[in-house]
């Protein structure tokens, strides 16, 4: 599932180009090999509350500096999340209401 989502994101990157998390993953990747351990745990959790915001906020969340967020096709949007991983054992995905019994 991690890697259909994986996907989905690069093709929301293709349409859109940067996203918010990039520069973040930039400046992590721009770090000593001894800092990356230490930040790695924090900047995954980072990415993965952007991507959420985008879809429980919707895609025009990150204002103006990110235009063609708002700008994703509904197709595109329907995709994504269709493919979004289902959240971790023991938490509900906000965006999928209540868990079914």
């Known amino acids: ?7 989905a994101w ?17 400046e992590y ?5 001894s800092l990356k351990e230490f930040k790695r745990a924090k900047l995954l959790e980072r990415v ?7 879809l429980d ?4 969340c990150f204002g103006d500096e990110w ?3 708002a700008e994703v096709p509904r197709q595109l949007d329907a995709f994504v999340r269709a493919c979004r ?6 938490e509900q995905d906000r965006a999928a209401g209540p868990a079914m019994p």
């Open 1 to 7: 599932q991690d890697d259909i989502e994986a996907l």
């Open 10 to 26: 690069v093709l929301v990157s293709g349409f859109c180009g940067e996203l918010p998390w990039f520069p973040w993953l930039a």
């Open 29 to 33: 990747y721009d770090l000593k090999t």
């Open 48 to 54: 993965a509350d952007a991507k959420r915001r985008l």
């Open 57 to 60: 906020e919707g895609w025009g």
């Open 67 to 69: 235009p063609k967020l």
């Open 85 to 90: 991983a289902p959240a971790p054992s023991g």
